[in-house]
T-cell receptor, first 120, second 115 residues
């Protein structure tokens, strides 16, 4: 079981370039999400998905797009990179969909190892 | 809106000493509370969670936390730390107003254990 796999591990972009951060999970999880982690800021939710074909915005969605065409994959697209998007990005998934009853949190979030992105 | 405050950005402690990492949350409705740990260059792992029931929650690696509704706190404790506990710890909350659908994380506390 690979768990949650993120690629690439490191990326350097120039301002204005676009790219896609990949996230794949092999646990048949319905719920997937993207967070960014910045020093002194903790983790902030960018976008999330409760199943194939369904996505929603989190706390900081501007400048990012997502899609969920399959259960396994949840790519994050940066449309026109800006220095403010320099961060570490984490993908996380869980079997249950948070919010669907108390039992939903009996399945914890599984995190990938992150993608460190620098925008110059 | 739900929010989390971790009062200490860094906590230095000697090996085998006890430690408490503080977490306060802001929400006027029912909450779920979590502690996650992040080791260097890795993602986050769940340490423990409070959903309901007993206010004292035990987690992995000897950690425990106590939910105090009147003080809106969820402090994390360990009676005797090891060098291997050196990591960053995040408190998180999910509340009824959000339909428990999103987790809000605190800014993190770095636990530094020295010999």
């Amino acid at each position: 079981n690979a768990g949650v796999t993120q690629t690439p591990k490191f990326q350097v972009l120039k301002t204005g370039q676009s790219m896609t951060l990949q996230c794949a999970q092999d646990m048949n999880h319905e719920y997937m999400s993207w967070y960014r982690q910045d020093p002194g800021m903790g983790l902030r939710l960018i976008h999330y998905s409760v199943g194939a074909g369904i996505t929603d915005q989190g706390e900081v969605p501007n400048g990012y797009n997502v899609s969920r065409s399959t259960t396994e994959d949840f790519p994050l697209r940066l449309l026109s990179a800006a220095p403010s998007q320099t961060s570490v990005y984490f993908c996380a998934s869980s079997y249950s969909i948070p919010g669907q009853g108390q039992n939903s949190y009996n399945s914890p979030l599984h995190f990938g190892n992150g993608t460190r992105l620098t925008v110059t | 809106a739900q929010s989390v405050t971790q009062l200490d950005s860094q906590v230095p402690v000697f090996e085998e000493a006890p430690v408490e990492l503080r977490c306060n949350y802001s929400s006027s409705v029912s909450v779920y509370l979590f502690w996650y740990v992040q080791y260097p260059n890795q993602g986050l792992q769940l340490l423990l969670k409070y959903l309901s029931g007993s206010t004292l929650v035990k987690g992995i690696n000897g950690f425990e936390a106590e939910f105090n509704k009147s003080q809106t706190s969820f402090h994390l404790r360990k009676p005797s730390v090891h060098i291997s506990d050196t990591a960053e710890y995040f408190c998180a909350v999910s509340d009824l107003n959000s339909g428990y659908s999103t987790l809000t994380f605190g800014k993190g506390t770095m636990l530094l254990v020295s010999p």
